[in-house]
Protein backbone atom coordinates (compact mmCIF):
# COMPACT_ATOMS: atom_id res chain seq x y z
CA UNK A 1 0.00 0.00 0.00
CA UNK A 2 1.30 3.56 -0.08
CA UNK A 3 0.98 6.27 2.28
CA UNK A 4 -1.73 9.05 1.30
CA UNK A 5 0.21 12.10 0.20
CA UNK A 6 0.63 15.17 2.63
CA UNK A 7 -1.16 18.89 2.08
CA UNK A 8 2.30 20.08 1.06
CA UNK A 9 2.85 17.38 -1.62
CA UNK A 10 -0.63 17.54 -2.89
CA UNK A 11 -0.04 20.92 -3.50
CA UNK A 12 3.21 20.72 -5.24
CA UNK A 13 1.91 18.07 -7.57
CA UNK A 14 -1.54 19.46 -8.26
CA UNK A 15 -0.59 20.76 -11.88
CA UNK A 16 1.58 17.87 -12.80
CA UNK A 17 0.00 15.37 -15.00
CA UNK A 18 0.84 12.02 -15.17
CA UNK A 19 -0.78 10.43 -17.98
CA UNK A 20 0.27 12.73 -20.59
CA UNK A 21 3.75 13.34 -21.18
CA UNK A 22 5.37 15.67 -22.95
CA UNK A 23 8.00 13.59 -24.92
CA UNK A 24 4.94 10.82 -25.64
CA UNK A 25 3.71 13.75 -28.09
CA UNK A 26 -0.10 13.36 -26.91
CA UNK A 27 0.01 9.06 -27.48
CA UNK A 28 -0.05 10.57 -31.01
CA UNK A 29 2.51 7.14 -32.22
CA UNK A 30 -0.07 4.80 -30.41
CA UNK A 31 -2.92 6.44 -32.40
CA UNK A 32 -0.72 6.16 -35.96
CA UNK A 33 -0.08 2.88 -34.89
CA UNK A 34 -3.23 1.37 -34.25
CA UNK A 35 -4.77 3.04 -37.47
CA UNK A 36 -2.28 1.70 -39.88
CA UNK A 37 -1.28 -1.77 -38.08
CA UNK A 38 2.10 -1.30 -37.23
CA UNK A 39 3.52 -4.32 -34.99
CA UNK A 40 6.73 -2.66 -33.85
CA UNK A 41 7.32 0.91 -32.19
CA UNK A 42 10.31 0.90 -33.83
CA UNK A 43 8.18 0.84 -37.86
CA UNK A 44 6.88 3.88 -36.48
CA UNK A 45 10.47 5.57 -35.51
CA UNK A 46 11.51 4.43 -38.73
CA UNK A 47 8.85 6.11 -40.22
CA UNK A 48 9.10 9.43 -38.43
CA UNK A 49 13.33 9.51 -38.80
CA UNK A 50 12.28 9.32 -42.89
CA UNK A 51 10.45 12.36 -42.43
CA UNK A 52 12.35 14.12 -40.23
CA UNK A 53 15.81 13.38 -43.18
CA UNK A 54 13.08 14.81 -45.98
CA UNK A 55 12.15 18.12 -43.60
CA UNK A 56 15.19 18.63 -42.91
CA UNK A 57 16.45 18.22 -46.36
CA UNK A 58 13.68 20.56 -47.45
CA UNK A 59 14.62 23.22 -45.15
CA UNK A 60 18.59 22.66 -46.23
CA UNK A 61 17.34 23.32 -49.93
CA UNK A 62 15.30 26.36 -49.00
CA UNK A 63 18.38 28.05 -47.59
CA UNK A 64 19.59 28.18 -50.68
CA UNK A 65 19.25 31.05 -53.78
CA UNK A 66 15.96 30.77 -55.39
CA UNK A 67 18.15 31.10 -58.95
CA UNK A 68 20.32 28.35 -57.51
CA UNK A 69 20.20 25.75 -60.46
CA UNK A 70 20.86 22.83 -58.04
CA UNK A 71 18.03 24.17 -56.06
CA UNK A 72 15.78 24.13 -58.59
CA UNK A 73 16.76 20.48 -59.92
CA UNK A 74 16.86 18.86 -56.55
CA UNK A 75 13.22 20.85 -55.48
CA UNK A 76 11.98 19.09 -58.53
CA UNK A 77 13.37 15.99 -58.23
CA UNK A 78 12.43 15.58 -54.64
CA UNK A 79 8.38 16.87 -54.97
CA UNK A 80 8.67 14.26 -58.16
CA UNK A 81 9.77 11.50 -56.31
CA UNK A 82 7.64 12.10 -53.08
CA UNK A 83 4.46 12.42 -55.10
CA UNK A 84 5.17 9.26 -57.66
CA UNK A 85 5.56 7.18 -53.72
CA UNK A 86 2.35 8.78 -53.21
CA UNK A 87 3.29 10.39 -49.85
CA UNK A 88 2.30 14.21 -51.59
CA UNK A 89 -1.21 14.79 -53.23
CA UNK A 90 0.53 17.28 -56.09
CA UNK A 91 3.70 18.75 -56.90
CA UNK A 92 2.96 22.08 -55.71
CA UNK A 93 5.90 23.42 -54.01
CA UNK A 94 8.88 22.90 -51.45
CA UNK A 95 7.12 24.45 -48.59
CA UNK A 96 4.26 21.80 -48.52
CA UNK A 97 6.70 19.20 -47.26
CA UNK A 98 6.78 20.74 -43.55
CA UNK A 99 2.97 20.18 -42.79
CA UNK A 100 1.80 17.35 -45.82
CA UNK A 101 4.60 14.63 -45.49
CA UNK A 102 3.83 12.63 -41.79
CA UNK A 103 3.92 8.95 -40.83
CA UNK A 104 0.68 8.84 -41.38
CA UNK A 105 1.26 9.89 -45.24
CA UNK A 106 3.89 7.46 -45.56
CA UNK A 107 1.59 4.49 -43.79
CA UNK A 108 -0.86 5.08 -46.15
CA UNK A 109 0.88 4.03 -49.01
CA UNK A 110 1.57 0.03 -47.21
CA UNK A 111 -0.65 -2.70 -48.41
CA UNK A 112 -0.01 -5.86 -51.05
CA UNK A 113 0.34 -5.85 -54.89
CA UNK A 114 0.97 -7.86 -58.01
CA UNK A 115 -0.31 -11.50 -57.89
CA UNK A 116 2.37 -12.47 -55.38
CA UNK A 117 0.98 -12.41 -51.85
CA UNK A 118 3.26 -10.33 -50.17
CA UNK A 119 3.02 -10.82 -46.27
CA UNK A 120 4.85 -7.48 -45.19
CA UNK A 121 2.73 -5.11 -44.12
CA UNK A 122 5.11 -2.38 -44.44
CA UNK A 123 5.39 -2.47 -48.59
CA UNK A 124 5.04 0.37 -49.90
CA UNK A 125 3.35 0.70 -52.87
CA UNK A 126 3.84 3.91 -55.76
CA UNK A 127 1.33 5.17 -58.01
CA UNK A 128 2.39 3.44 -61.25
CA UNK A 129 1.72 0.23 -59.04
CA UNK A 130 -1.65 0.90 -58.21
CA UNK A 131 -3.05 0.17 -61.20
CA UNK A 132 -1.94 -3.71 -60.59
CA UNK A 133 -2.91 -4.08 -56.86
CA UNK A 134 -5.22 -7.04 -56.48
CA UNK A 135 -6.95 -8.43 -53.59
CA UNK A 136 -6.57 -12.15 -51.42
CA UNK A 137 -10.14 -13.68 -53.05
CA UNK A 138 -11.79 -14.11 -49.04
CA UNK A 139 -11.08 -10.22 -48.51
CA UNK A 140 -13.63 -7.67 -46.94
CA UNK A 141 -12.04 -4.41 -48.93
CA UNK A 142 -12.23 -6.70 -52.43
CA UNK A 143 -16.11 -7.37 -51.92
CA UNK A 144 -16.51 -3.66 -50.83
CA UNK A 145 -15.21 -2.27 -53.67
CA UNK A 146 -17.26 -4.76 -55.98
CA UNK A 147 -20.15 -3.67 -54.25
CA UNK A 148 -19.40 -0.07 -54.63
CA UNK A 149 -18.89 -0.94 -58.67
CA UNK A 150 -22.21 -3.08 -58.48
CA UNK A 151 -20.07 -6.14 -59.52
CA UNK A 152 -20.33 -8.60 -56.62
CA UNK A 153 -20.93 -12.10 -57.00
CA UNK A 154 -21.56 -14.46 -53.92
CA UNK A 155 -20.31 -17.67 -55.75
CA UNK A 156 -16.91 -15.90 -56.24
CA UNK A 157 -16.11 -14.39 -52.76
CA UNK A 158 -17.89 -17.34 -50.79
Not at 34 to 60: F, V
Request: charged residues 35%; glycine residues 2%.
Amino acid sequence: MVRALKHHEKKLLKKVDFLDWKQDQGHRDTQVMRTYHIQNREDYHKYNKICGDIRKLAHKLSLLQPTDPFRIKHEQLLLEKLYNMGVLSTKSKISDLENKVTVSSLCRRRTGCWAKCITDPAYLITRNLEDYLTWVDNSKIKRNVLKYKNKIDDFDLA
